[in-house]
């Protein structure tokens, strides 16, 4: 029976020429090997399935190929071959994972002082260096620094901050990066067509890049899952069953329901998401990159691919949304599946994530046709009010009020202490010039006391120059209270400078080249 090779191994880089999404380390160590300029220690850093334990294999070909020190590797001496099948006996490959203590660091170090069987040099590859023990990282410190010349070491990580500076200072460190999307899909596509495996379309090959993370050894077994899924064909309804991954009409769906704020509508979907057994998780996440589509369709409508199927609907969103609607949005679902694992389960803190986006979303987004941007706002507003001046009574009572008036009068009363937060926590039933019914909740119904009632009073017969009809109510809250207004304005501004945070280039540099992440907590508004 013929034994199939996983793809993984099979398509594994032989030389630097191959490798994908490393061109800084390969001119690097390219420039070193030509110039003869070789250091004893090197270090490579980066996620899983980047290319590290590659490398060290590469830089071995060709430290000891036949042909001589060279940055080609010749592939077919028996050095290079031997490499390459995991058996020369001149690479020592420790995994430090399994190999934590002292004693095993102290015989590798003893064996280093003996010359090469057969080749230049002998090459020491460490994975996973971080998990070694204290002792073994101090025995290791005195031929890291002074290792016999024919020794070469490549150490490798996944977690450099846990290599002590000792170890850092004495190698030269490259930081491998997470491979890009569009270069996965490309090697994918390239292995697909070399195997003789049909592909319906790039979008299947676009979700296994995006679900591998960067990693091109956990996109290969990806697609490797998928050929034997899909019984020797690889197409996007196939990955999508195989990875959970949500199908886009859903997500498409739901932001339609947004637009016509129909709550019914979004639970109806979200129980049949439910039903498919669909991740809410893997929904946040696809609903988040959806949303970075309208917002590119909005800003630089040339970044859209105008072949992919859903294009007209995506353009149809874009327009149907502002895009600060699009923002807001997006920063709630990236909050929403933060919080996730801390919901009552995921369907809760699925549809709460999209209950706040109904809620938060501004009362004239129904009207939108791609007004100014500063026509758009979150609330209504009133204009404020002088109140160094007195108003004529005759002209106070003329002004048409509404109850959407109550949180900005509220506000401008001077109102302090107790007789405020009742103020604050009422809602307006009606509101004229001359009469105001105020409907105060039952948790604060305590507030109800008649001085801070006469203040309120007198504070309204001032403002608008006439006695006033106040009357005060317990019952459901429908609207929004000022206190309520100011909580989500507060929100909002959050939820803005977040967003101004993730997308400043700085700090998208700075998270790219240190493999850093935000702390979103940390974040405040400017007041």
């Known amino acids: 029976m013929l034994q199939i090779q996983a793809l993984a191994r099979k398509w594994r880089p032989k030389n630097f020429s191959e490798l994908s999404g490393q061109d800084h380390v390969v001119r690097a160590l390219t420039n070193a090997l030509e110039q003869n300029r070789l250091h004893h220690a090197y270090l490579l850093t980066g996620t899983r399935g980047v290319g590290k334990t590659t490398i060290a294999r590469i830089l071995a070909k060709a430290l000891n190929c036949e042909a001589g020190i060279t940055s080609m590797p010749c592939g077919i001496c028996t050095a290079c071959t031997s490499i390459d099948g995991g058996h020369f006996v001149d690479m020592i490959e420790l995994d430090a994972a399994s190999n934590t203590q002292v004693d095993s660091m102290r015989e590798l170090l003893e064996n280093a002082l003996y010359a090469p069987t057969s080749s230049r040099y002998k090459i020491y590859i460490i994975d996973e260096v971080h998990m070694l023990s204290k002792s073994a990282f101090n025995a290791m410190l005195k031929t890291l620094e002074e290792p016999p010349a024919h020794v070469k070491f490549v150490l490798a990580t996944t977690d450099p901050q846990k290599i002590p500076i000792t170890v850092l200072s004495r190698c030269l460190q490259f930081n491998l990066k997470q491979i890009p999307v569009t270069q996965i899909v490309t090697h994918l596509k390239y292995i697909l067509t070399q195997e003789g495996i049909s592909c319906d379309d790039e979008a299947s090959l676009q979700l296994l890049a995006r679900a591998a993370q960067g990693s091109m050894r956990d996109a290969l077994s990806m697609l490797d899952q998928a050929i034997a899924f899909g019984q020797g064909k690889v197409g996007e309804a196939i990955v999508r069953e195989m990875l959970g991954i949500i199908d886009q009409h859903y997500l498409y769906d739901l932001l339609d329901a947004l637009a016509q704020k129909s709550g019914s509508q979004i639970i109806r979907l979200a129980d049949e998401m439910e039903a498919c057994c669909l991740s809410f998780d893997n929904a946040l996440q696809e609903l988040a990159a959806l949303l970075h589509r309208i917002t590119l369709a909005q800003t630089v409508p040339e970044a859209i691919d105008e072949s992919i199927p859903d294009h007209k609907r995506l353009f149809t969103l874009a327009k149907t949304f502002t895009p600060d609607d699009i923002q807001l949005f997006y920063q709630i679902c990236l909050h929403g599946r933060t919080d996730l694992s801390l919901a009552p389960d995921e369907y809760a803190g699925f549809t709460m994530t999209l209950m706040r986006m109904l809620i938060f979303m501004p009362e004239s987004m129904s009207q939108h046709s791609h007004s100014p941007v500063t026509d758009r706002g979150v609330e209504h507003r009133v204009a404020p009010v002088n109140l160094t001046t007195k108003p004529d009574a005759d002209a106070g009572r003329s002004v048409n009020k509404s109850v959407d008036d109550w949180p900005t009068l509220a506000n401008q009363l001077k109102l302090t202490g107790m007789t405020k937060m009742l103020a604050q926590h009422s809602e307006a039933k009606f509101f004229s010039a001359n009469r105001i019914e105020l409907c105060v909740p039952e948790i604060h119904k305590y507030l109800l006391e008649k001085a801070y009632q006469d203040k309120i009073q007198a504070a309204l017969d001032t403002y ?64």
């Open 464 to 527: 608008f120059g006439q006695s006033v009809a106040l009357q005060f109510s317990v019952g459901n809250i429908t609207g929004m209270t000022p206190a309520a207004l100011q909580d989500r304005e507060k929100e909002t501004k959050q939820l803005q400078a977040v967003a101004a945070i993730e997308q400043d280039p700085i700090v998208q540099e700075l998270m790219e080249d240190f493999d850093a992440r935000l702390i979103v907590s940390s974040i405040k508004p400017i007041q």
